[in-house]
């Protein structure tokens, strides 16, 4: 695929990837804040209790297969049909054992609602499994089209069971049957757009398959322990209240960012993919994303953090103020993470999970730690540890050997964080005294008063810095030139 060709496929699966992210970020905050008013702390606890042990068991779906098929350079049935047979199986084995471990939960947890939750969600570990080859065959044909119908319709209908559901008096179970409505209509739509049909189970495995998918695998599973840990402590040591308001303040602060980068990772891992040889382009294209993806999202990260008070007065009422400092302290964590959590494409891209594995070993390790040491302070301390660990100690790794690894280079990620954390400090600084001036006391006037600051000084800082405006530039030139060559053919079509 020529130069050309990749890029216009890349605004065009980019444009397809934002549509469906917008519209299912809008499903999702609109969910945390309507299922806020129609459930009660306890249920989002009970609920949250048991998602990391249904997390960890989902690492296990595909064995890190899907990854494998999007970067491998060439790929047959036979191997198509390996994939199927091991995710279909693994999958089920993994609902299997949560039916058996689901009573051991609810003693683990002190409370018998436990096990019927757990036992209710565990199908959705068999019907995620049995999606790994059609979603990396379109991941892989680039059918960004699709993935983003499939991303969409899980939101949609995952927030429509829900709320019927919760009308209906279901209870916690209401974001159970979500989660199962969503993953069956998404199974439907990527089955139906894939031309993949599996034959019979196959005798032999190919072993480079499994040696990718393993590191892969062992790399999730560590971070398994760095992202749910929080969750777990807190709802044994702290109790499940609390839980139910760190969970809040989670979903609204670190979902969205999740639902930003890992559809986006199922648009740069394939095209990144077909380039890897070619180490300049590589660094280029790579650079030009995080660059927008911090542009576009961290100055609003950053006024979410100066206003985290106003803003859950403004989603979920009063009765939530506990959520503030929580929330506060989640969203300096995540400050980053649009830019750090993109990482994975350049280790995978290069078939270097192996080195992927042994980074998340290391960041997992010191994130548990920093949430036992939080612990002492209740949710807000775990909250508080986990961001001044991403800082102080995850970050000066992940750069190091970023760098060290290339073609991307530690600065091409340190910069951005820099610069715009530049802005983000300059922003509360001057805030105190802008509100004071523009007489913004409402919380609604504040929070827009600071996501303009934020975005006017994040903008200024980028285009003072040459290397930073360049390569805005370059985004905007390539903008400019995908919206003219699409006028060109729209006017091409329309003389015909």
């Known amino acids: 695929m020529s130069g050309g060709s990749l890029g216009r496929v890349a605004l065009k699966g980019g444009a397809?990837?934002?549509?469906?992210?917008?519209?299912?970020i809008s499903i999702t905050m609109g969910s945390v804040v309507v299922l806020a008013r129609l459930l009660?702390?306890?249920?989002?606890?009970?609920?949250a209790a048991i998602t990391p042990i249904l997390a960890f068991m989902g690492l296990f779906q595909n064995l890190g297969l899907q990854q494998a098929i999007v970067q491998r350079k060439e790929v047959d049935r036979a191997l198509l049909n390996q994939a199927f047979w091991i995710s279909a199986g693994v999958g089920l084995a993994a609902?299997?054992?949560i039916f058996a471990v689901a009573p051991y939960a609810a003693v683990f947890y002190d409370d018998a609602r436990i096990s019927g939750l757990m036992r209710t969600a565990s199908a959705s570990l068999l019907i995620g499994s049995l999606g790994t080859v059609p979603i990396a065959l379109l991941s892989r044909r680039l059918r960004f089209g699709v993935l983003a119908i499939y991303e969409f319709a899980i939101a949609l209908t995952g927030f429509l069971a829900a709320v019927a559901g919760a009308l209906a008096g279901l209870g916690s179970y209401a974001l159970v049957v979500a989660t199962l409505t969503g993953a069956a209509i998404g199974l439907a739509v990527v089955w139906s757009s894939a031309p993949f049909r599996p034959a019979a189970p196959p005798r032999a495995i190919d072993g480079a398959l499994l040696k990718f998918g393993a590191n892969l695998t062992g790399f999730n599973l560590v971070n398994f322990f760095a992202r749910n840990a929080d969750n777990v402590l807190i709802g044994r040591y702290i109790g499940l209240d609390a839980l139910g308001l760190y969970d809040r303040a989670y979903k609204l602060m670190l979902f969205p960012?999740?639902?930003i980068n890992q559809p986006l990772s199922r648009l740069m891992v394939p095209l990144l993919s077909r380039i890897s040889d070619d180490k300049a382009r590589f660094r280029a294209i790579y650079r030009q994303v995080t660059w927008t993806l911090g542009l576009v999202i961290m100055p609003g990260i950053a006024t979410l953090a100066m206003c985290s008070q106003e803003a859950i007065s403004i989603l979920f009422g009063p009765g939530w103020a506990g959520v503030g400092p929580i929330f506060a302290w989640l969203a300096i964590a995540s400050f980053v993470q649009p830019?750090?959590?993109t990482n994975g494409w350049i280790f995978i891209c290069q078939g270097r999970t192996d080195i992927m594995f042994r980074l998340g070993v290391y960041t997992?390790?010191?994130t548990v730690a920093a949430f036992v040491v939080g612990l002492n302070w209740g949710a807000v301390g775990v909250a508080a540890a986990y961001a001044v660990s991403a800082y102080a100690l995850r970050l000066p790794v992940l750069l190091l050997v970023v760098g060290r690894l290339g073609p991307v280079r530690a600065m091409d990620l340190g910069g951005?964080?820099?610069?715009?954390g530049g802005a983000a400090a300059a922003s509360a600084l001057a805030l105190p005294l802008l509100a004071d001036q523009a007489g913004a006391h409402g919380a609604i006037a504040t929070l827009a008063l600071a996501g303009v600051l934020n975005y006017a000084l994040a903008l200024v800082a980028v285009l003072a810095v040459p290397s930073s405006r360049r390569t805005l530039l370059q985004v905007a030139a390539r903008l400019r030139d995908a919206i003219r060559g699409q006028s060109?053919?729209?006017?091409a079509l329309a003389d015909a």
């Not at 009660?40 to 609920?47: E, Q, R």
């Not at 060109?488 to 006017?491: L, N």
């Open 95 to 97: 609902m299997l054992i």
């Open 488 to 491: 060109v053919r729209g006017g």
């Open 339 to 341: 830019v750090t959590g």
């Open 364 to 366: 997992s390790l010191v």
């Open 16 to 24: 397809f990837t934002g549509l469906a992210q917008i519209g299912k």
């Open 40 to 47: 009660n702390p306890t249920d989002f606890g009970l609920v």
């Open 257 to 259: 960012i999740q639902n």
């Open 416 to 420: 951005i964080v820099l610069l715009l």
